[in-house]
């Protein structure tokens, strides 16, 4: 496995080994035609060419663990955070965490946490990698990068790690993309609409970020609905897989993509600047996150212009 590290300091998560993956070869059960594409359009898919160098110490990573359901469908694997952590306790999340000096590159953060986490095996051969996405930005000054990987071995059972998890379940990857709920809901959720949003103040970007929440059809029982990144990073992926945008639209009116948010946070934010200087990176040299393109269709091609790059400012000192 090649390293993602670039000359000098600092991760160029764009640059990631890329294994040879045909789904028409791969021992996988039964699939519907929507599913095999996505599979197909997932494995193929390139993240484009990013300027931006990110600082290891602010770097972490989520798996976005696939597998195919008794149906063909795909689903994908999502975590209760244990209530005794001191961060995002009882949360509905992605396995995942911070990069550390042993791994060699952002896939292997990811694999390691969800070995760490819910015991899924580092074999590339059962958990193949299907891709890696642009980065995110999360609200604890952390850029995320999701490792995109599909479950093969149907014999795997979980091994939770309960001070880190309180349990594990899965949910339709298409169901990012909808409004309408994949399951009834019970009587007592009648009444609540399985996608929601709010427009929220970033606390990393000037300007309004856009908030998704999708009900996990296990309120009754006490687990959270998914919201926030992990919600972000599943509509992305379902979104590049399936080819297609969601039913409701995504983004806040003048939202900045992630990579301008970013860009943003790299030039401006003082905990980011610490951690570039400190490996080496100047900070103000990063690219302005006006210059940078919006690319969020599905395909990675420009989707229509949007406004509001003006609030990309550095804050008045």
């Known amino acids: 496995m090649s ?96 990069w550390e000096p042993r791994d060699k590159s952002i896939e292997k953060t990811a694999r390691r946490e969800a070995f760490e986490e819910i015991g899924l095996p580092l074999d590339y051969k059962k958990v193949p990698l299907l891709c890696i996405l642009e980065p995110f930005l999360a609200r604890n000054q952390l850029i995320v990068t999701p490792v995109v990987v599909l479950i093969l071995d149907k014999t795997l059972r979980p091994i939770l790690n309960r001070a880190e998890v309180a349990s594990l379940f899965s949910h339709p990857l298409a169901a990012f993309l909808r409004s309408e709920p994949p399951f009834p809901l019970e009587t ?44 972000s990073i599943l509509i992305e992926v379902a979104s590049i897989g399936y080819g297609r945008e969601p039913d409701f639209e995504p983004y806040a009116p003048g939202q900045p993509t992630w990579q301008q948010r970013i860009a943003h946070a790299l030039r401006y934010d003082p905990v980011f600047r610490e951690a570039e200087r400190a490996e080496g990176i100047d900070p103000d040299k990063t690219p302005n996150p006006e210059s940078l393109p919006d690319t969020r269709s599905p395909q990675g091609k420009t989707r229509r212009k949007r406004r509001g790059l003006g609030l990309l400012l550095p804050p008045k000192l």
């Open 3 to 98: 390293s993602i590290r670039g000359s000098g300091s600092g991760l160029r998560l764009s640059q990631f080994h890329r294994p040879q993956f045909d789904v028409n070869r791969a021992p996988i059960p039964e699939l519907t035609a929507e599913s095999r594409r996505c599979i197909q359009t997932l494995a193929s898919y390139r993240p484009p060419k990013s300027p931006l160098r990110y600082p290891k110490s602010r770097s972490a990573a989520v798996l976005v663990a696939l597998f195919v359901g008794r149906m063909g469908d795909l689903y994908v694997l999502l975590s209760r955070r244990s209530s005794s952590l001191r961060t995002y306790a009882g949360d509905t999340a992605l396995p995942g965490g911070k």
């Open 188 to 231: 007592q959720m009648l009444e609540l609409k399985y996608h929601t949003y709010t427009d929220i103040e970033s606390n990393t970007v000037p300007g309004k970020v856009r908030m998704h929440t999708f009900l996990t059809g296990r309120e009754a029982g006490g687990t959270k609905p998914i919201f926030g990144l992990t919600a």
